[in-house]
């Protein structure tokens, strides 16, 4: 379970399988560049920042990740939740935030949640991923468009306002560099697949705002030259109240990368038929952002596009993911000074696709046409998303999803007294109908449907009040019982003592599910009813039931 994937894929690595990851590895290194740059710019930091993590973070999750094929590095996916804590607690909190998210990882990995994290509703999935599209188009606007304003406003609201009264500023040099970036992007799939269509939208727009000498802002004019080296580590200093303010941003971060990067793993098994180690790749991506904020880098994760290029490219082996973060290393030693001449309406035109290719719209319009508790959760988490705050979103919109879930678990449970009329038309095939036996007088039936849990103990409690007269015994079957809580146990409990206070004996039929025996030997209801009293079958508990009245007759 804790043991990385690279150990794995090593014991039988051939030469051939060798070439096929280096080539990989080498494309996606060059995916990478651009993608790096403008995430950390749209992030609210310097686009080196972007390069360090996915040299730093894309190596070690390879290494030590629980996936063949997955690439790591920084994602549209943080740029909301970055960008404001840069702008909450500067660049430093940011990487103490990301130091913290590290270990949060690490520690979830090793108490085996990745198993759980993976189960994340569907709907609330749709809805903050579409939500940070819509964000991350938005905080593009100004460069796509070159406008001439002052500071971007965080507020969705107002930063829209903003642009409205500036759109009359628009560069139309940016404009048409920002637009042939995208036609790039978007038309040259059809000549070639080996080499990114962004790497060539780079090329072309850098070499005409050059030649032309149009009057765009670039990387070099807005940020100065890119560092062709790593920073030394520097271990961030943290105190408690450091923690205490970084705690929620930090989690915020922990759980949208373990969410990413499982995602990303699982989409990448269904590609190769392998089979990712959930817990190990959290331990991954825990040492990978802790490392990755050592060296003033920001959040990496799984990143799905670019793990998609390196299955499509021929990487099977962890081995790619680390070539792809040596081509960046060597990319940033031997040539980071030109990336300085790149436009911003070229890295706002790359954006402005990965925003469309994140905002999952088809899958959005399916939830909108399904049941209306996932559209209520779709909805919330993406409004959320967009007009309040990352975290919020996924807090408000998980506790919404649980209960709604537990909307429905109420109503699929139910208690209801059982008479010979109500079984009339019963399934004939069901050789446990109440129907097939006969019920001594003095003896009450009661049959449990669903989960007694918390949220169904209430309709137990209710249907019990409709006794009319004390019976002698009480049945309770359970045999589609298949979980109970410590609330259930509770209820079950009290009905115990008051039907024994007040004479009645009480049996339990078909108790047929592992966790409800479990539970219930636990709280010794088991000891206390009497094992006698808890039967295997519905016959069984008549016999019983029989027994216990002739016992009141003669005692």
Same mark, same amino acid.
């Given at each position: 379970?804790?043991?990385?994937?690279?150990?794995?894929?090593?014991?039988?690595?051939?030469?051939?399988?060798?070439?096929?990851?280096?080539?990989?590895?080498?494309?996606?290194?060059?995916?990478?560049?651009?993608?790096?740059?403008?995430?950390?710019?749209?992030?609210?930091?310097?686009?080196?920042?972007?390069?360090?993590?996915?040299?730093?973070?894309?190596?070690?999750?390879?290494?030590?990740?629980?996936?063949?094929? @997955?690439?790591?590095?920084?994602?549209?996916?943080?740029?909301?939740?970055?960008?404001?804590?840069? @702008?909450?607690?500067?660049?430093?909190?940011?990487?103490?935030?990301?130091?913290?998210?590290?270990?949060?990882?690490?520690?979830?990995?090793?108490?085996?949640?990745?198993?759980?994290?993976?189960?994340?509703?569907?709907?609330?999935?749709? /809805?903050?991923?579409?939500?940070?599209?819509?964000?991350?188009?938005?905080? @593009? &606007?100004?460069?796509?468009? /070159?406008?001439?304003?002052?500071? &971007?406003?965080?507020?969705?609201?107002?930063?829209?306002?903003?642009?409205?009264?500036?759109?009359?500023?628009?560069?139309?040099?940016?404009?048409?560099?920002?637009?042939?970036?995208?036609?790039?992007?978007?038309?040259?799939?059809?000549?070639?697949?080996?080499?990114?269509?962004?790497?060539?939208?780079?090329?072309?727009?850098?070499?005409?705002?050059?030649? $032309?000498?149009?009057?765009?802002?670039?990387?070099?004019?807005?940020?100065?030259?890119?560092?062709?080296?790593?920073?030394?580590?520097?271990?961030?200093?943290?105190?408690?109240?450091?923690?205490?303010?970084?705690?929620?941003?930090?989690?915020?971060?922990?759980?949208?990368?373990?969410?990413?990067?499982?995602?990303?793993?699982?989409?990448?098994?269904?590609?190769?038929?392998?089979?990712?180690?959930?817990?190990?790749?959290?331990?991954?991506?825990?040492?990978?952002?802790?490392?990755?904020?050592?060296?003033?880098?920001?959040?990496?994760?799984?990143?799905?596009?670019?793990?998609?290029?390196?299955?499509?490219?021929?990487?099977?082996?962890?081995?790619?993911?680390?070539?792809?973060?040596?081509?960046?290393?060597?990319?940033?030693?031997?040539?980071?000074?030109?990336?300085?001449?790149?436009?911003?309406?070229?890295?706002?035109?790359?954006?402005?696709?990965?925003?469309?290719?994140?905002?999952?719209?088809?899958?959005?319009?399916?939830?909108?046409? /399904?049941?209306?508790?996932?559209?209520? &959760?779709?909805?919330?988490?993406?409004?959320?998303?967009?007009?309040?705050?990352?975290?919020?979103?996924?807090?408000?919109?998980?506790?919404?999803? &649980?209960?709604?879930?537990?909307?429905?678990?109420?109503?699929?449970?139910?208690?209801?007294?059982?008479?010979?009329?109500?079984?009339?038309?019963?399934?004939?095939?069901?050789?446990?109908?109440?129907?097939?036996?006969?019920?001594?007088?003095?003896?009450?039936?009661?049959?449990?449907?669903?989960?007694?849990?918390?949220?169904?103990?209430?309709?137990?409690?209710?249907?019990?009040? $409709?006794?009319?007269?004390?019976?002698?015994?009480?049945?309770?079957?359970?045999? @589609?019982?298949?979980?109970?809580?410590?609330?259930?146990?509770?209820?079950?409990?009290?009905?115990?003592?008051?039907?024994?206070?007040?004479?009645?004996?009480?049996?339990?039929?078909?108790?047929?599910?592992?966790?409800?025996?479990?539970?219930?030997?636990?709280?010794?209801?088991?000891?206390?009813?009497?094992?006698?009293?808890?039967?295997?079958?519905?016959?069984?508990?008549?016999?019983?039931?029989?027994?216990?009245?002739?016992?009141?007759?003669?005692?």
């Amino acid at each position: 379970m804790f043991r990385p994937k690279l150990l794995d894929t090593l014991k039988n690595y051939t030469r051939p399988q060798f070439s096929k990851d280096l080539m990989a590895g080498i494309i996606v290194g060059i995916v990478a560049l651009p993608l790096a740059i403008a995430f950390a710019i749209a992030s609210g930091v310097s686009p080196e920042k972007g390069l360090f993590t996915a040299v730093i973070a894309g190596f070690i999750i390879s290494a030590l990740g629980g996936s063949r094929v @997955q690439i790591g590095g920084p994602t549209g996916a943080f740029i909301v939740i970055v960008y404001g804590i840069v @702008q909450t607690h500067g660049v430093s909190g940011l990487i103490i935030a990301t130091f913290m998210a590290g270990i949060m990882l690490i520690l979830m990995g090793l108490a085996r949640l990745g198993s759980v994290i993976k189960y994340i509703p569907h709907p609330l999935i749709i /809805g903050f991923t579409s939500g940070i599209a819509l964000v991350i188009f938005s905080s @593009q &606007v100004k460069d796509f468009l /070159g406008l001439s304003m002052g500071v &971007v406003p965080a507020d969705f609201t107002d930063k829209w306002g903003a642009f409205f009264q500036h759109f009359s500023s628009t560069n139309f040099y940016a404009l048409g560099t920002g637009v042939l970036t995208v036609a790039i992007i978007l038309l040259w799939p059809k000549v070639s697949h080996k080499i990114p269509g962004s790497l060539i939208a780079i090329l072309v727009t850098t070499a005409a705002v050059q030649f $032309f000498a149009l009057p765009v802002e670039t990387i070099g004019s807005r940020f100065g030259s890119i560092p062709s080296s790593l920073p030394a580590p520097e271990l961030p200093q943290i105190d408690f109240d450091t923690i205490k303010k970084l705690i929620q941003p930090a989690f915020t971060i922990a759980l949208l990368g373990g969410i990413e990067s499982l995602l990303s793993a699982v989409v990448a098994d269904g590609m190769i038929g392998g089979n990712h180690k959930s817990n190990m790749e959290l331990i991954g991506q825990g040492t990978a952002n802790i490392f990755s904020s050592l060296f003033g880098g920001i959040p990496a994760t799984g990143a799905i596009a670019r793990t998609v290029t390196n299955v499509k490219n021929g990487g099977r082996t962890p081995v790619a993911g680390m070539v792809h973060a040596i081509t960046l290393l060597l990319i940033m030693l031997f040539a980071g000074k030109w990336a300085a001449l790149i436009p911003m309406g070229t890295l706002a035109g790359i954006l402005v696709v990965v925003a469309y290719n994140m905002s999952e719209w088809r899958h959005f319009r399916s939830v909108l046409r /399904g049941p209306r508790g996932d559209v209520a &959760v779709l909805l919330t988490t993406f409004f959320l998303t967009v007009l309040v705050d990352l975290t919020v979103a996924i807090e408000i919109g998980m506790l919404l999803a &649980v209960f709604l879930f537990m909307r429905k678990m109420i109503q699929f449970s139910d208690v209801n007294m059982i008479t010979g009329d109500s079984e009339k038309g019963a399934d004939t095939k069901d050789k446990d109908a109440l129907s097939e036996f006969v019920i001594p007088a003095g003896v009450e039936v009661f049959e449990i449907t669903g989960p007694l849990f918390f949220g169904a103990a209430y309709k137990f409690k209710d249907a019990i009040k $409709f006794i009319e007269k004390k019976p002698g015994v009480l049945i309770f079957r359970m045999r @589609q019982v298949p979980i109970i809580d410590a609330t259930g146990i509770k209820t079950i409990e009290e009905v115990y003592k008051d039907a024994k206070h007040r004479g009645t004996r009480l049996i339990l039929s078909e108790v047929h599910s592992k966790q409800v025996m479990e539970e219930l030997q636990t709280a010794r209801l088991l000891f206390a009813i009497g094992k006698a009293n808890v039967t295997d079958s519905f016959a069984e508990a008549l016999e019983r039931s029989k027994t216990l009245l002739n016992e009141q007759l003669h005692p």
